[in-house]
């Protein structure tokens, strides 16, 4: 029973979270479109599951807190930082560069919500990840200070998911489970 209801269910919170997003957005409430909502929240899971490389297992759900704050506020200061650099006539002009930062984690979903991070974030573009997944390649919009840049990204970014993912720093120490 329990393994027929898992094949059903693969990941029971995305099924949830698709039929909420639908519902959602759906501008009428009819029962075709609850229906709809279900049958699409069911089979959406079922169909990408072979998609998914690990199962997920988060270790520091509080962390994820503090990680989607930090990027919800990147978000906007790089937005505002973004149209200002283009709206700007004179003074210095941009310095775009690729970065090659060097990788701690190596979970395929932290590599995976890194990316996605690094994207949502304007002024950044994830453009290349190692082979071996050692470092990433990232093109920026307008660099200061690389070095800077590279500490900010680990400790901003790959510290907080190496933590929710890995259960350990960014720097590799396994931290102590509360």
Same mark, same amino acid.
């Given at each position: 029973?329990?393994a027929?209801?898992?094949?059903?269910?693969?990941?029971?919170?995305?099924?949830?979270?698709?039929?909420?997003l639908?519902?959602? +957005?759906?501008?009428?409430?009819?029962? #075709?479109?609850? $229906? =709809? @909502?279900?049958?699409?929240?069911? %089979?959406?899971?079922? &169909?990408?599951?072979?998609?998914?490389?690990?199962?997920?297992?988060?270790?520091?759900?509080?962390?994820?807190?503090?990680?989607v704050?930090?990027?919800?506020?990147?978000?906007?200061?790089?937005?505002?930082?973004?149209?200002?650099?283009?709206?700007?006539?004179?003074?210095r002009?941009?310095?775009?560069?690729?970065?090659?930062?060097p +990788?701690?984690?190596?979970?395929?979903? #932290?590599?995976? $919500? =890194? @990316?996605?991070?690094?994207?949502? %974030?304007?002024?950044? &573009?994830?453009?290349?990840?190692?082979r071996?997944?050692s470092?990433?390649?990232?093109?920026?919009?307008?660099?200061d200070?690389?070095?800077?840049?590279?500490?900010?990204?680990?400790?901003?970014?790959?510290?907080?998911?190496?933590e929710?993912?890995?259960?350990?720093?960014?720097?590799?120490?396994?931290?102590?489970?509360?």
């Amino acid at each position: 029973m329990k393994a027929a209801l898992r094949r059903l269910l693969p990941a029971p919170l995305l099924t949830v979270a698709l039929a909420l997003l639908w519902l959602v +957005l759906e501008p009428s409430f009819t029962g #075709a479109n609850v $229906a =709809l @909502a279900v049958l699409l929240a069911i %089979v959406v899971p079922i &169909v990408v599951a072979p998609l998914r490389p690990t199962p997920v297992r988060i270790r520091r759900p509080w962390t994820i807190a503090r990680l989607v704050l930090a990027v919800g506020h990147d978000v906007v200061m790089s937005n505002i930082g973004v149209a200002v650099a283009i709206m700007r006539t004179g003074g210095r002009p941009l310095r775009p560069a690729f970065v090659s930062i060097p +990788l701690a984690i190596r979970d395929p979903n #932290a590599l995976a $919500a =890194l @990316a996605m991070i690094t994207t949502v %974030v304007p002024g950044t &573009v994830w453009c290349e990840l190692a082979r071996d997944a050692s470092a990433v390649r990232l093109h920026v919009f307008d660099l200061d200070d690389e070095a800077a840049f590279v500490a900010d990204y680990k400790s901003r970014y790959e510290g907080p998911l190496a933590e929710i993912f890995e259960g350990r720093g960014a720097h590799g120490a396994r931290r102590a489970v509360r």
